[in-house]
């Protein structure tokens, strides 16, 4: 037996190669063992650009699953090229965490303006001062007989929140001490879901306890005034929550590209409503955010909020602009 049938059957000896490797080792070692030169340089190895990266920091570019690819076209004797997988939606959500818990946490206003693009261009905005003070102002394109084009006023106290991790409308300051440890943050969401109330007319419950916290998470994530570090540790609760899914990359009304994330809440009420944001992946703020109600129900709607601003700031409150 000569010395290249011994290596072959040694080669073939290994186990679980793919049939495209056996080929091009093969390759390599016939030209290695006649001198000639290898059958290689028809192509050189590309490494493909996967979207979102720019989004993650070290830690969690680390989590990425990497699989090797060869580019067809490419010289099939030449080792495969390291391609990263798309990222999941608990990867993108703990990039976002990072990139979160680094933002400007000093400022003399917590600044939200979101637009509306139903019936004509409007932005709406507020401003809150630490202490409580609030200032909210408009700006429409289209406006009715006797309806301002502009407005801008300082109020009383803070608006209704809605959906929060304390429950109905805390105060600033109850915010502000927010935990930012992840499962500290998710324990009070928790403790103090309120009972679930039920509709009028048929009875059911209008909403679920996992719906609840979704939602009061994503407030904390949008437009809530919170800390940087408490908004970094409610990405990291979504991160970990259950129908939390990922749809690629996305452009909003406005053009801004982002990453998209879904889910959706189902309730015997209103049957199940989907959930649609778009999170910028430089700056993790949320771009859009979409509503939209069940098809199979009556009354079928979609809403879309587009996140302008969510920040705090010295600037003075003004008539915003129109983007």
Known sequence: MDETQRLRERYDALPGPEPRSVAAARARLDAHLTGAAPAAARGR????????????????????????????????????????????????????????????????????????????????????????????????????????????????GLPPMGTTVLGADPSLSELQGLPTDP???????????????????????????HGYLVEALVGLITDQP?????????????????????????????????????????TPQSGTTGFRLIIDPKTSQVLARRVTADPKRKGRWTGTTHYLAAEWTNEAPAVPNLP
């Open 45 to 156: 190895r590309r490494v493909r650009p996967t979207w979102g990266l720019g989004l993650l920091t070290a830690g969690a570019a680390a989590a990425l699953a990497v699989t090797t690819v060869v580019v067809p076209g490419d010289d099939p004797a030449a080792p495969a090229a390291p391609v990263a997988q798309a990222p999941t939606a608990r990867t993108i959500l703990l990039a976002a965490a990072d990139q979160a818990a680094t933002a400007p946490a000093d400022g003399k206003y917590w600044h939200v303006a979101t637009l509306n693009l139903a019936g004509g261009k409007s932005v709406r905005a507020t401003w809150t001062t630490r202490d409580g003070r609030r200032w909210t102002g408009r700006r429409s394109a289209k406006t009715e007989p006797g309806v301002p084009a502009t407005e801008l006023h300082e109020l009383k």
């Open 183 to 209: 499962a500290k943050l998710k324990a009070t969401a928790e403790r103090n879901i309120p009972p679930i109330e039920r509709d009028e007319e048929t009875g059911k419950p209008v909403t679920t306890r």
């Open 226 to 266: 919170v800390t940087p570090k408490v908004r970094a540790a409610a990405f990291r609760v979504l991160a970990a929550t259950p129908g939390v899914k990922t749809a690629g990359k996305a452009t909003d009304e406005l053009g801004r590209k982002g990453v998209v994330l879904t889910f959706e809440l189902s």
